[in-house]
């Protein structure tokens, strides 16, 4: 089952424009990663924020983490046409059970940036 | 290699045909995961390896799913007796103790 919610499922917006993208969970995590996904390709790894984190950057992404409310957001700025593509939100936490380590993905936001 | 590689990238197959996905991971990196991604969805867990060691095969969806690693390098996945809902592109990741890889995936369609 997936536990992360990605909202909106899918975002259209000019070139130039920021993007933003939320992502709730429901379970305790270690980290929360975000990934792009190219049509028909890989999963690309974008950004990881800690649970003790608030806040990340990386070139043009900034990413924001509030565990009280079990939301991330994932904000792109000045986007680009290759920024098309859909964004992933995924948790990383411990399967007590198993006693593993796994990352659980939310459905995805479809981004189009139209040039 | 520099990432993790998945063959075949396609496979077509009839329904109730086996089919084999191969993984190759990052060399020397210890995890290893598959995931199942249906059109428009995101991707879920099938199972994890850990060296040869299979932890964690609770995301399997039947026995006619079955994954190893025998050498604790390359994984295989194989699928008995595929249907229609096995329809899916399969993505192999690795890991040691840093980011998640993915692979390109293998987009099996059955027909």
């Known amino acids: 089952s997936q536990q992360g919610e990605e909202d909106p499922q899918a975002l259209s917006i000019q070139e130039g424009e920021n993007a933003t993208m939320n992502c709730s969970y429901k379970t305790s995590i270690n980290n929360l990663q975000w990934y792009r996904q190219n049509s028909g390709r890989g999963l690309v790894h974008l950004i990881l924020i800690r649970s003790n984190e608030r806040e990340k950057h990386s070139g043009r992404l900034r990413v924001t983490l509030d565990t009280s409310k079990k939301s991330s957001s994932l904000l792109i700025t000045a986007s680009r046409a290759a920024d098309t593509a859909s964004y992933f939100c995924?948790?990383?936490?411990?399967?007590?059970?198993?006693?593993?380590?796994?990352?659980?993905f939310g459905k995805g936001t479809k981004l189009s940036v139209i040039p | 290699g520099a990432g993790v590689s998945q063959s075949p990238r396609y496979k077509v197959a009839k329904r109730g045909q086996d089919v084999a996905l191969r993984c190759d991971p990052i060399?020397?990196?210890?995890?290893l995961f598959w995931y199942q991604q249906a059109l428009g969805q995101g991707p879920e867990f099938l199972t994890y390896f850990q060296n040869e060691a299979q932890l964690d095969k609770s995301g399997l969806p039947s026995d006619r799913f079955f994954a190893e690693r025998p050498e604790g390098s390359v994984s295989t996945l194989k699928i008995q007796r595929t249907q229609q809902e096995d329809s899916a592109v399969y993505l192999c990741?690795?890991?040691?103790?840093?980011?998640?890889?993915f692979g390109p995936g293998t987009r099996l369609t059955v027909l």
């Open positions: 995924a948790t990383h936490h411990r399967y007590s059970g198993a006693g593993s380590y796994q990352l659980t």
């Open positions: 990741a690795s890991s040691s103790t840093g980011a998640w890889v």
């Open positions: 060399s020397g990196h210890v995890s």
